[in-house]
C-alpha cells in the first residue's frame, strides 16, 4: 500500500525485453534506498513494482504483459521522468489516501487551466471509471493523491498547487498526455458489494435498473 505522496522523481534509465513482458531498470533521485531490500515495492508513476535488483543508484524491476497493457509504463522512453514512492510501513503519514498501486486504466489530459497559482487539469477517463469517481473524493494520478474538483460526463478536474507541479511529474503534462490512473479502493469494493450473489456471475455490474431493482432509485 501507498499514500499517493511522492518521495522522489526518478527516470526510466533501461529497459530489456523479456520475452513478451519486460525489466525496467530506474534511477531513482533523491529517494533513499538505505533501507529497501529485495522484494520490496515501490510506486511507479502510481504502478506497484517489485524491487528484484538494487544496483545502487537505482533498482530494477519486472514488468506484466497485464501491467504494460493497464499502464503508460510500456510508453517510457529512456529518461523520462517518473513519480515515485516506497510502500507505507505501520509508522508513516497518511498524507494523502490509501493507494493500492494497482492501476484501473489509463486517463487522458484534455484541458489545463491556470488559476492563479496553480493549474487545473481535466482528465477523461474510460466509462467504465466514471462512476467511481465523485466531486470532493479521492483519485490517483500517476501515483499522486488528488482531491477531485468537479466531475461532468467521463470528465474529472483536479486542481494542482505549485509544490505539486515541482516535486511530480504533473509539471510535464500537456492536452493529451496519457497517465495512469486508480480510483478510490473504497468505491470499487463497495460496487462489488451492492452486487452481492450476482458478483458472481460473469459481467454482472451495477446498472440504473439494478439499484431500481434494490431499492436504490424511486
Known sequence: MFTGIIQSVGSLAATQDRGGDCRLTLRTGKLDLTDV???????VNGVCLTAVALPGDGFEADVSRETL?????????IGDPVNL????????????????????GLGEVTTVEQEARSWRYHVRV??????????????CIDGVSLTVNTVEGAVFTVNIV????????????RVGTRVN???????????????G????????GISEAFLAEHGFLK
Not at 497493457?69 to 522512453?77: F, H, N, Q, R
Not at 450473489?197 to 454482472?204: E, L, N
Open 85 to 104: 514512492e516506497k510502500a507505507l510501513t505501520p509508522t508513516t503519514r497518511l498524507g494523502g489516501h490509501l493507494v493500492s498501486g494497482h492501476v484501473d
Open 162 to 173: 505549485p509544490h505539486t507541479q515541482q516535486e511530480t511529474i504533473i509539471n510535464g503534462y
Open 37 to 43: 531490500q529485495l522484494g520490496d515495492s515501490i510506486a
Open 126 to 139: 474510460p466509462d467504465e471509471l466514471a462512476r467511481y469517481i465523485a466531486p470532493k473524493g479521492s483519485v
Open 197 to 204: 450473489d450476482k458478483a458472481a456471475q460473469p459481467k454482472h
Open 181 to 195: 490512473i486508480e480510483v478510490d479502493i473504497i468505491a470499487r469494493y463497495l460496487e462489488r458489494l451492492l452486487l
Open 69 to 77: 497493457s493497464k499502464t503508460s509504463l510500456g510508453a517510457l522512453g
